[in-house]
Structure formats: structure tokens, C-alpha cells
């Protein structure tokens, strides 16, 4: 057989070979796409976990501040209350 009668059987593997490399191409692609989807996906829900996170940990520090502020509170409420009836006795 010659290089002219193999030319055809050369062209039919280039072309096989050119369809291959393209179906690898899109399967890859595809699977690119899919873990940028997947790794996405993970970073919303990190981001919304440490949204929770975060909202937990702002409404503990709020309840903490409360009660300090409770804390202060009453004894200056009880002395005020307590230095007003003393210096104003009731009339009865």
C-alpha cells in the first residue's frame, strides 16, 4: 500500500482523533462547571453559618450588656428611691 492509498484511512483517524479531543473538552467543561457550582454552593452556606453565627453572638453580647445594665440599675433605683423617701417623708 502507498501514502496515497493510506491518506484516507490517515484522514478518518485525524478526524476521529479532532471528535475525541472535542467530546474531552466538554465533558471537562462540564465538570469545571459542576465543581465551581459545588464550591459555590459551599460558600453560601459557610457565609450563611457564619450569618447565624454571627447574629447569635451579637443577641448574647446585647443580653449580657442588658443585665449589666440591669445589674447597675436597680441598686441606683433602690438608693435614689430610698434617699427620696428619706428626705420626703410620706404625710399620713
Known sequence: M???GLEPEIQRLI???K???KKIKSIHEAELLESDERASQRYVRQI???RDQLAS????ACARERQLAK???V??????S???TLSHPKSL
Do not use: G, I, R, W
Open 2 to 4: 502507498t501514502v496515497k
Open 15 to 17: 478526524a476521529q482523533h
Open 19 to 21: 471528535t475525541e479531543l
Open 48 to 50: 450563611e453559618e457564619l
Open 57 to 60: 453572638e451579637k443577641e448574647a
Open 71 to 73: 445589674e447597675s440599675y
Open 75 to 80: 441598686p441606683l433605683v433602690c438608693e435614689f
Open 82 to 84: 430610698s434617699k427620696l
